[in-house]
């Protein structure tokens, strides 16, 4: 049987002014979360390479826990779970942000404490045989060094962050795709409307590409 | 005179391995001097310990009349003796995303706190010192091997170091860089610096140094003037070590 089906570009077309209304909120979330989890990245990232274990513990404990369970799971909690503990209702837009930081900040805690590691020793030596202290030496000497060769697997983060918001329309939050699932209840051309949704991610994400690849050739000029 | 660096009895373990044993050694205001030895002979480590970058079990060690403690001890004299004291290493480590000149003004301008204009200045003097002023605004990167090492060396003089701990500064350099090198330190020792020098260039012992010391399996075999170590070397583990790097 032909299923007859064709493309209905006025459709898809007529879509984007109600889908373009879902941007602000994917990038407010994607980037108000990813700029609160690269704070905590830098923070836990830095306490799980720390020489006591004491401190190491508690940032191993939270980058395994939300790298170790789905983000739709996190979001969820945070959403339904946690009023139940706070004692009021989570605003969907507070709990999406704090999602994407939370889960990010795990990964970026990764990305840091790779990035500080595969600096070589020698660098700190140079610092401290100098008179710099340890703390002068790290943020003046490793950190800027670290910081450059964090930027690609940040970029890579950032990507996946921005991907994860469309979870969040579970928990209805006016971000892309539920815009689409809003504007298809009455429509009803889901093909078109998706198609649509798919093209207005990955405008955002080849922005960000393009920009990243950018930052990354001129911080790499002058190393 | 009056000892810069005091060490006595000092030991270093890596773990179960004795590195450094009962080491004694004193070196004097402006004396130069030399430390060799096979590889894995302590040499290096030793040289470390005299700025803290390795630790010591037990022992006394003393620098410019600031003592520091075995491992596990008071270590708050360890930042003043590393303002007094300038390191080279054998692989530069210089900073690698900081300009040639930045690399010198660093430490003058985080430590001391010295103003930008008068850094620049000291930081221009010393690579004209060291014969390149005219790569001041270039990456470490751009620079030879040789011209890296003379910049580490301006690195360290900028903080006006007491004391110059050298660990193998020509050790990676292709050798038509080695001599340039070595006419810098040459220079430094003339102008009357006191060094500490652990090299495989013999030949820079002998016309420099004030003193070498002969360092085997962690202990110091022997000691004298180089013509003393070189020419009439008394203990036969010198004799055989000599016989070896001199024949080339």
């Known amino acids: 049987m032909e299923s ?46 720390n ?4 401190l190491r513990w508690p940032a191993t404990a939270y980058i395994e826990i939300f790298r170790g369970t789905p983000i739709l799971v996190q979001v969820l909690f945070i959403f339904y779970g946690l009023p139940d503990l706070v004692g009021g209702p989570i605003n969907a837009l507070t709990a999406g942000i704090a999602a994407i930081a939370l889960n990010s900040g795990a990964y970026i805690s990764e990305v840091v404490r790779g990035g500080v590691q595969s600096i070589d020793k020698g660098q700190t030596e140079a610092g401290v045989s100098l008179g710099l202290s340890r703390s002068q030496t790290f943020w003046s000497v490793v950190w800027p060094q670290a910081f450059r060769r964090m930027i690609p697997p940040l970029g890579n983060q950032a990507i996946v962050s921005i991907k994860d918001t469309s979870l969040f329309s579970v928990i209805g939050v006016g971000e892309l795709v539920r815009q689409g699932q809003i504007y298809i209840a009455t429509t009803f051309t889901a093909f078109e409307v998706y198609f649509m949704v798919a093209l207005l991610y990955l405008a955002i994400t080849l922005t960000l590409s393009l920009l990243l690849r950018f930052v990354e050739r001129r911080g790499l000029a002058s190393t | 005179m009056e000892k810069i660096v005091r060490m006595q009895r000092l030991n270093k373990y890596f773990g179960q391995h004795h590195v450094l044993k009962d080491i004694d050694l004193s ?9 060799i030895g096979a590889s894995g002979s302590g040499k290096s480590t030793l040289i470390r310990c005299v700025n803290g970058l390795e630790e010591f079990e037990s022992g006394e060690l003393q ?3 600031h003592p520091l403690e075995p491992k596990g001890g008071n270590q708050k004299n360890l930042s003043e003796i590393r303002k007094e004291v300038g390191m080279v290493f054998q692989q530069f ?4 995303h ?44 751009q620079l030879s091997g040789g011209q890296q090492q003379r910049v580490a060396i301006a690195r360290a003089l ?16 292709d050798p038509e860089m080695i001599g340039e090198v070595l006419d810098v330190m040459r220079e430094l020792a003339k102008e009357g610096m006191t060094m500490m020098v652990v090299t495989h260039e013999m030949g820079f012992a002998r016309e420099v140094a004030d003193r070498v010391i002969y360092i085997d399996s962690g202990q110091i075999v022997e000691e004298g003037k180089p013509e003393a170590v070189f020419d009439n070397p008394q203990n036969e583990r010198t004799q055989s070590f000599l016989s070896r790097v001199l024949k080339h």
Do not use: C
């Open chain 1, 4 to 49: 007859g089906f064709t493309f209905d570009w006025s459709a898809a077309v007529g879509a984007l002014p109600h889908l373009v209304k879902g941007i602000p909120y994917t990038l407010m979330i994607s980037f108000g979360g990813l700029l609160i989890g690269f704070v905590i990245g830098i923070f836990m990232g830095l306490l799980s390479i």
């Open chain 2, 27 to 35: 070196v004097e205001h402006g004396e130069v001097v030399v430390i």
């Open chain 2, 63 to 65: 620098v410019d009349q």
């Open chain 2, 93 to 96: 480590n210089l900073f690698p």
């Open chain 1, 51 to 54: 020489k006591s274990r004491w």
């Open chain 2, 158 to 173: 900028a903080m006006e170091p007491r004391l110059m701990l050298f660990d193998e500064p020509t050790s990676a350099l």
């Open chain 2, 98 to 141: 900081l300009s040639v000149k930045d690399n010198i003004m660093l430490a003058p301008r985080k430590v001391k706190s010295t103003d930008k204009a008068e850094a620049d200045k000291v930081a221009m003097k010393l690579l004209d010192r060291v014969g390149i002023a005219n790569q001041a605004d270039k990456y470490p990167s």
